[in-house]
């Protein structure tokens, strides 16, 4: 478990790293390393231990840090297509496809495909819980919800 809270903790610096190439400043980039950090952590936790294949653990990952950027993007009033692009980059499956290329020079084409196929699934799994979550919270006023319970957002500026 202590190696999970470590690499949770690199996956902050990972998303908050591309934020800082991104140019994003101030409490975007907190929230940004937060985000990457939320999909780290249920990824391997969804994987590990609830013993969920690789596209599916990238599917639950991509769902929960989703949720939150746009939760986020709203409440700090920031686009949440920077603070997705900064979480999302932590769980890019860029090693299966080394991986793949890398059986494929070695002629082993029977894994060199079964490894693809699983990155794609898994990059897939990703793009599909970014498109839901976004087309959820493209219907959804937070702004209407908040003020059927009485609760005003203050503007800030980050």
Known sequence: MIRILIETVAAYGVAVGFGILFNIKGKSLRVAGVG???????????SIYMGFAPGAAFFAAG?????????????????ATILSACAL??????FGVYRSIYEFILEHYVTAGNVMTETLASAGALALSLVLVTSIFKNFHLAKFLKRFNITLKKKNI
């Open 63 to 79: 769902v929960s840090f989703s949720v939150y950027c746009e939760i986020c993007a709203r409440v700090y009033m920031i686009p």
């Open 36 to 46: 990457g950090s939320i999909g780290w952590f249920v990824y391997k936790i969804t």
């Open 89 to 94: 980059i932590v769980l890019v499956p860029g």
